[in-house]
Antibody
Framework: QVTLKESGPALVKPTQTLTLTCSFSGFSLSTSGMRVSWIRQPPGKALEWLARIDWDDDKFYSTSLRTRLTISKDTSKNQVVLRMTNMDPVDTATYYCARFPLSGGMDVWGQGTTVTVSS | EIVLTQSPGTLSLSPGERATLSCRASQSVSSSYLAWYQQKPGQAPRLLIYGASSRATGIPDRFRGSGSGTDFTLTISRLEPEDLAVYYC?????????FGQGTKLEIK
């Protein structure tokens, strides 16, 4: 059974750096063709794709957030980490990680973790 | 980036009816790399369709995806009360990946 779970702080202050961890099981990110993405959703709004990391350590980012995002993986721990710098209240959202195999579509999602940016 | 425009914004139908949801792309979506997701209230999104027309594992055949190029459609037949949700399309053929703004499906 494939599962993913996001973890991180529920509250961060403006200008701080957010670090989120996606812990997963049931698949390996060292398997050819496997990928993990991060997506976020502000309250009442649409989904927004943030970043992707691949089995071969290729990394891809949202154009508008590229300078603030860093995605990394620890294959031995089955974890993917997303760092977002210089947090702002507009970054308040639920953050999801999802498995994204080459076969197409983000086929398994975590439950999401809600992050509020406020002083 | 490719902009996806979904219509209608809200759709209100009765059980047993058919829902037709549209997703239009600002540029051609390569290789039909278009997915549909269902998000029920308070839940994470769930993959319904990938590759424009392939159903994800466990998705009933009431859900059908079609289209190519810039015009895509999700059709839900024989609506059930549990189909109440927001439906999003997403293109993953060109980075950055993008989502539509969603169609809210209400069941009368």
């Amino acid at each position: 059974q494939v599962t993913l779970k996001e973890s991180g702080p529920a509250l961060v202050k403006p200008t701080q750096t957010l670090t989120l961890t996606c812990s997963f099981s049931g698949f390996s990110l060292s398997t050819s063709g496997m990928r993990v993405s991060w997506i976020r959703q502000p309250p009442g709004k649409a989904l927004e794709w943030l970043a992707r990391i691949d089995w071969d350590d290729d990394k891809f980012y949202s154009t508008s957030l590229r300078t603030r995002l860093t995605i990394s993986k620890d294959t031995s721990k089955n974890q993917v980490v997303l760092r977002m710098t210089n947090m702002d209240p507009v970054d308040t959202a639920t953050y999801y990680c999802a498995r994204f195999p080459l076969s197409g579509g983000m086929d398994v999602w975590g439950q999401g973790t809600t992050v509020t940016v406020s002083s | 980036e490719i902009v996806l425009t979904q219509s209608p914004g809200t759709l209100s139908l009765s059980p047993g009816e058919r829902a037709t949801l549209s997703c239009r792309a600002s540029q051609s979506v390569s290789s039909s790399y278009l997915a549909w997701y269902q998000q029920k209230p308070g839940q994470a999104p769930r993959l319904l369709i990938y590759g424009a027309s392939s159903r994800a594992t466990g998705i009933p055949d009431r859900f059908r995806g079609s289209g190519s190029g810039t015009d895509f459609t999700l059709t839900i037949s024989r609506l059930e009360p549990e189909d109440l949700a927001v439906y999003y399309c997403q293109q993953y053929g060109r980075l950055p990946y993008t989502f539509g703004q969603g169609t809210k499906l209400e069941i009368k």
